[in-house]
């Protein structure tokens, strides 16, 4: 069949949300809590003396690691200050610093810890099970907040699919999460206790490349009663998940097939229970048995690009918690059986607009509040896009000229939300007549979607 506008997908008798709902967006993390405002001394480090000066650092402060092969690192009671994080960073080119794995324990632990910064560092578990590269362990005193974890390679921490990548199991909020590579992991990025305690609150993760996990590359559990401790928030906070390229492969998944990305759920009522996952310009690709994205609680999910998922690309779902909201615009998906599937409506309302989606069955579920999307067939991709393809470094979603325009699209109920006038590359959306995530036809000006990070913010 032709490549069609869907108008509108819905069950009338299930009473669908208008377009025009108000925006109800909260309040943006602050990613910038480490602007040098005092600056403090810089330390050379190696690793014979590390975990001595270590004890050393003030607010302010840089150690410099010197290349070599360093123990295992831990983090305990160490606290920088607004303005003046404490950074640990290895070499920025050139041979690295390595921070080794050992048996029992985790090759990075966080513990009790603030306004911290690590960069540049190669953390390798070695393929010690149970060893995960970077963790925020459960403690019985204070919580672990203001950490960024940036320019990393987390490596060897894939001996079974309960080894992590990157962990928190304490209460973490303000987290900066960016331009990490964590490669063949058991579960690349796991925030959040599993009993839905001890949340990952108000975190930025962006420009991470996330290759060939054995489960998720990334989830964020579910959120029960939020703790009250001092400084963590209380009032409405967004997670922002915007940038990273999360790729899957064919390897088993021993413990269950999982979504390259996952989010959780909110509180029912009282504090956390007007938050919202921002979700924007990632690249997700190839996951064999499993969907690409699935989310529930509330969710802003735009100018993403889904190729290549199970039996559905992007699914919307009550899982430990229900579906609360959803937001689904000019996100590009080609995917060989459903492109995005509701299983449940969203309690709070669903708006599905602007998408360009290649499927079997490109929009389908539970009563959907669609409109002005532009879906099609598997088949009918090449009529309308450079390079479909499920195959990275061929594939080319940019729209052929004169193919995925229409009416201007109404965007208003979106309009409090991060970047929702910028498309997959960045770029304004100017008259807002394209479907998908991009705003362009023709040839491609932005980057081209390889197994590599994300340039840009």
């Known amino acids: 069949m032709a490549l069609l506008d869907l108008a509108c997908f819905a069950d009338p008798g299930a009473g669908t949300t208008a377009m025009a709902m108000p925006s109800d967006v909260p309040a943006v993390p602050d990613e910038n809590f480490c602007a040098p405002h005092m600056p403090g001394r810089v330390v050379a480090a190696d690793p014979s003396n590390y975990r001595h000066l270590l004890t050393q650092l003030e607010p302010g402060d840089t150690m410099r690691l010197k290349p070599g092969v360093y123990r295992r690192l831990t983090i305990a009671g160490l606290n920088g200050a607004p303005g003046a994080c404490i950074t640990m960073t290895g070499p920025v080119a050139g041979p690295h610093a390595k921070i080794i794995g050992e048996s029992g324990y985790n090759t990075v632990s966080i513990e009790r810890s603030s306004y911290v910064v690590l960069r540049n560092l190669v953390i390798d578990s070695a393929g010690i099970p149970g060893a995960d590269g970077i963790k925020a362990p459960r403690t019985q005193s204070t919580a672990t907040h203001h950490i960024v974890l940036d320019g990393n390679l987390i490596i060897g921490a894939g001996a079974n699919q309960q080894t992590d990548g990157i962990s928190t199991k304490t209460p973490t909020w303000n987290w900066v999460i960016r331009r990490n590579t964590i490669i063949n992991a058991g579960t690349a990025l796991y925030l959040g206790n599993s009993d839905g305690n001890d949340p990952f609150v108000a975190g930025i993760i962006e420009n991470n490349l996330v290759l060939d996990p054995i489960g998720y590359g990334m989830e964020i559990k579910y959120q029960r009663e939020r703790p009250v401790l001092t400084g963590m928030p209380q009032a409405p906070q967004s997670t922002i998940i915007r940038n990273n390229v999360f790729i899957k492969d064919d390897r088993p998944s021993s413990d269950g097939d999982r979504p390259n990305l996952l989010v959780g759920g909110f509180p029912d009522s009282g504090p956390g229970s007007r938050d919202l996952y921002q979700i924007y310009g990632n690249l997700l690709v190839h996951n064999p048995r499993e969907v690409l994205f699935q989310g ?8 993403n690009i889904l190729v290549d ?3 559905a690309a992007a699914a919307f779902r009550d899982h430990d918690l229900p579906l609360k909201r959803a937001h689904v615009y000019n996100n590009t998906i080609y995917s060989a059986q459903a492109g995005i599937w509701f299983r449940d409506r969203a309690r709070d309302g669903e708006v599905v607009v602007g998408n360009l989606v290649f499927a079997a069955q490109p929009i389908s579920g539970s009563s959907i509040n669609g409109r002005d999307n532009l879906i099609g067939s598997l088949a009918e991709a090449p009529s309308y896009v450079a390079r479909p393809s499920t195959e990275l470094g061929r594939m080319d979603f940019f729209p052929r000229p004169g193919r995925v325009r229409g009416t201007p699209l109404d965007l208003s109920a979106f309009a409090g939300e991060v ?20 705003a362009g036809e023709g040839a491609n000006p932005g980057w081209p979607l390889r197994a590599e990070i994300k340039p840009g913010r």
């Not at 529930?296 to 100018?303: A, K, L």
């Not at 997959?424 to 998908?436: C, D, H, P, Q, Y």
Request: hydrophobic share 25%; glycine share 20%; no cysteine.
């Open 296 to 303: 529930s609680g509330r969710i802003g999910f735009h100018d």
């Open 419 to 438: 970047a929702f006038d910028r498309d997959f590359n960045g770029a304004s959306k100017t008259s807002r007549t394209f479907r998908g995530a991009y």
């Open 309 to 311: 998922g199970g039996y």
